[in-house]
């Protein structure tokens, strides 16, 4: 049987559910979580909780202990063939004697794509790779690995938060707050959840942001901050330079950035990379980011680097927050500058949108670039 029953896709989802305990903390690994199946009936489960530490798969296999033969193990990823910093997984299903395996997702790294599927599958074990829905959301537990892994690139998630008639401050430059306390704290999750946070110099020098995420319940890991700012103009007593020494901070500038203010940056622990335009461009600045390890990044404007990103196609995933004010006036600036776009049939549209209400706010997430498909 390839295809799902009802039981292991419900299965499938729970399994993408303990995954994101972990939110936060696996990066440079996926997000993935595992559970076993007996006559229907979940009997273990588990996550894999960051670098060095145990796989999913492994992690339900041993909470199952013998209750794990002839069962069947659904996991969200594709099981390991390879030895990495903990011996392959499919080797741990075939020793463990399972009947049956579903996977969400086939490992998105070409060099060993389909390679545990295959071990599976040669050791008797009926193996069978979700699809459609269960598919698609399998991909998108693991959006920011599958994207850095074919494209090279981080994920990027555009934030923004409006007014209901889509300003960002009034036409005297007041700004704080337009969006909810209950939005603000989950952007900080949302910060948390990425590797890193990036902004133009034009909000750097506006706002004087930390970028850091503050608040969270549980063990977090920084992301890093970014900064596009041609001419290294972010000032060495913002608070970013200040703590760039405890969390890491990338300024990156143009052709025409003076070379002492680069090493003054340099010298209080900012971390330069040059491009070699004038003006960063944001395809050149993701790959930069990409090569040193940078999966995800979540963009939080202002008006021009937005305009920037989306002008660039480099934009996956909006987030938008609206809260219910109108601030109105030609003068006030609205959330998405550069051209814009000339015909409406050239406006990127979001799919697969998810409308929430947090706090006062409406929440509204969509997909701008579909996610690669991860064929065998
Ligand atoms: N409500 C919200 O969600 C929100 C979020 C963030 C910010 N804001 C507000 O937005 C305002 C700042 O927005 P802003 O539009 O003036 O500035 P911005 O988008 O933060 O920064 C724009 C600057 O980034 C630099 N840059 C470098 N490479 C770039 C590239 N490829 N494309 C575009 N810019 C590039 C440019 O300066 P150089 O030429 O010097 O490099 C450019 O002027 C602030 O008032 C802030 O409070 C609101």
Redesign the pocket.
Same mark, same amino acid.
């Given at each position: 049987m390839t295809t799902l029953s009802a039981a292991e896709s419900a299965a499938l989802a729970h399994a993408r559910e303990v995954a994101t305990r972990a939110r936060g903390r696996v990066s440079p690994n996926p997000l993935v979580g595992a559970v076993i199946l007996r006559d229907g009936r979940l009997i273990a489960e588990g996550w894999h909780e960051g670098p060095g530490l145990p796989h999913a798969e492994v992690v339900a296999l041993r909470a199952a202990g013998a209750a794990a033969r002839g069962a069947t193990l659904v996991s969200t990823l594709e099981p390991c063939s390879h030895f990495g910093r903990t011996p392959p997984c499919s080797a741990a299903v075939i020793e463990a004697g399972l009947g049956r395996v579903v996977v969400g997702c086939l490992d998105p790294l070409e060099r060993t794509r389909g390679q545990g599927v295959r071990l599976l599958r040669a050791a008797g074990i009926d193996v069978a790779v979700a699809s459609g829905e269960d598919g698609r959301l399998s991909r998108e537990l693991i959006s920011a690995f599958i994207t850095h892994a074919v494209r090279q690139r981080p994920h990027v998630m555009l934030? /923004?938060?409006?007014s209901l008639d889509g300003k960002?401050?009034t036409r005297t %430059?007041e700004?704080q707050w337009?969006?909810s306390p209950e939005a603000r704290d989950l952007v900080h999750r949302m910060r948390a959840d990425h590797d890193a946070v990036i902004? =133009?110099? =034009?909000?750097?020098l506006?706002?004087d942001p930390r970028l850091t995420a503050r608040g969270i319940d549980g063990p977090v890991r920084q992301p890093a901050r970014v900064v596009?700012?041609?001419?290294a103009?972010l000032p060495l007593a913002s608070a970013m330079v200040e703590s760039a020494r405890e969390v890491p901070v990338y300024v !990156?500038v =143009?052709t025409s950035a003076s070379p002492d203010r680069i090493e003054r940056l340099r010298g209080a622990g900012v971390e330069v990379i040059g491009m070699p335009t004038a003006? $960063?461009? !944001?395809p050149e600045?993701l790959a930069a980011l990409g090569q040193r390890g940078i999966q995800s990044v979540f963009v939080?404007? %202002?008006?021009? /680097?937005? =305009?920037?990103f989306l002008e660039a196609n480099s934009v996956d995933v909006v987030q938008w927050?609206l809260a219910p004010m109108l601030i109105g006036g030609s003068q006030a $600036?609205g959330?998405i %500058?550069?051209q814009g776009v000339g015909k409406l049939a050239d406006a990127p549209r979001l799919a697969q949108l998810v409308v929430a209400r947090i706090g006062d706010d409406i929440a509204c997430a969509g997909r701008v670039i579909e996610l690669p498909r991860i064929e065998e």
């Open positions: 934030k /923004l938060a409006t960002v401050a %430059g700004s337009i969006s902004v =133009g110099i =034009g909000t750097a506006a706002d596009f700012d041609s001419q103009r !990156v =143009g003006r $960063p461009q !944001v600045v939080e404007g %202002g008006a021009r /680097l937005a =305009g920037a927050f $600036p959330a %500058g550069g």
